[in-house]
């Protein structure tokens, strides 16, 4: 399998954890990754709220670098994910806006090139992860944790059930882990207020972790670099203004699935997260 890879703002910065596991588990799963000659941000922080045609126009420009490439695209952030699928409906499907956008785009964007979530590129190779793995998780109870980004609007989106969907889950099982069912796997945790509104992103980040511990997990995964800061980070905060000491790790799902494949820890950014990994490490070599 080979795809466009379009890593976003976040895993050329604050999600360079995300960028290494990814690249490492595509390399073992026989995934080929080109990153798309100069992309450029997807809006996903404020162009969109802005305006409509301005985050339309990132987004196809983004596909038509990659349609260069005659790949479709693989997105491992979820917002990214988000932005790019919006862009590619509107330009098949809104002739005026196609034709604004192309008019000035340096490359017209066709419509040859389709968005996936990196999610579902890995989901495509679960047989091998099941096949390859050399750690099993046998024991190790894991939340999956969608975000709103990757399955809402529906319509839009059409990424598995946007209530309860079970693709990220079943890569929790290929790892011989087992997927805890819980009901806060896709709500959100406030990422778009994280710095204008603190409080708010504080109450809905411990809702989660709350529900997740309260169903017996022992780390949560997700695939959105977001979800995964404030889950990870702001635990610290959350003792101090709620008490709760939830010290539950927050992994990609790409490093849970790296650590089975048998990558080491510092190859997939395990070293780098605010809530030590500890515990899911002293998992790994315990089986």
Same mark, same amino acid.
């Given at each position: 399998m080979k795809y466009a890879y379009y890593p976003g703002c976040s895993l050329h910065s604050t999600a360079k954890e995300y960028d290494k596991s990814t690249k490492k588990v595509a390399q *073992?799963?026989?995934?080929?990754?080109?990153?798309?000659?100069?992309? /450029?941000?997807?809006? !996903?922080? %404020?162009?969109? &709220?802005? &305006?409509?045609?301005?985050?339309?126009?990132?987004? *196809?420009?983004?596909?038509?670098? !990659?349609?260069t490439l005659g790949l479709d695209i693989a997105a =491992?952030?979820? !917002?990214?994910?988000?932005?790019?699928?919006?862009?590619?409906r509107e330009m098949k499907e809104n002739p005026e806006i196609r034709e604004k956008i192309n008019g000035t785009l340096a490359r017209p964007y066709e419509g040859n090139t389709h968005? #996936?979530?990196?999610?579902?590129?890995?989901? $495509? %190779? $679960?047989?091998?992860?099941?096949?390859? +793995?050399?750690? &099993?998780?046998?024991?190790?109870?894991?939340?999956? #944790?969608y975000g709103c980004l990757?399955?809402?609007? =529906? +319509?839009?989106?059409?990424?598995?059930?946007?209530?309860n969907p079970q693709i990220l889950d079943d890569l929790v099982k290929a790892t011989g882990a087992e997927a805890v069912d819980w009901s806060f796997k896709t709500e959100c945790c406030g990422g778009a207020l994280a710095v204008s509104n603190t409080e708010i992103v504080?109450?809905?980040?411990?809702?989660?972790?709350?529900? *997740?511990?309260?169903?017996? !997990?022992?780390?949560?995964v997700t695939a959105c670099p977001l979800c995964q800061s404030n889950l990870d980070t702001?635990?610290?905060?959350?003792?101090?203004? #709620?008490?709760?000491?939830? /010290?539950?790790p927050i992994l990609y799902f790409t490093e849970l699935i790296g650590l089975a494949l048998g990558l080491?820890?510092?190859?997939?950014?395990? /070293?780098?997260?605010f809530v &030590?990994?500890?515990?899911?490490?002293?998992?790994r070599d315990a089986r």
């Open positions: *073992a799963l026989n995934i080929e990754l080109v990153e798309i000659p100069d992309w /450029n941000c997807c809006g !996903a922080t %404020a162009g969109h &709220s802005t &305006s409509h045609l301005l985050a339309v126009a990132l987004g *196809a420009r983004n596909l038509a670098q !990659a349609e =491992p952030c979820a !917002a990214c994910y988000q932005r790019l699928v919006v862009a590619e968005t #996936y979530s990196l999610v579902e590129v890995i989901a $495509k %190779a $679960k047989d091998q992860i099941e096949n390859l +793995k050399v750690r &099993s998780f046998t024991g190790l109870k894991v939340a999956a #944790y990757l399955v809402k609007p =529906p +319509k839009i989106m059409q990424f598995d059930d946007p209530e504080l109450k809905l980040t411990r809702d989660i972790l709350r529900v *997740a511990k309260d169903r017996g !997990a022992d780390v949560i702001r635990q610290g905060q959350i003792k101090e203004v #709620y008490g709760d000491d939830f /010290n539950l080491k820890p510092e190859e997939l950014g395990l /070293n780098t997260h &030590s990994t500890k515990k899911v490490l002293e998992w």
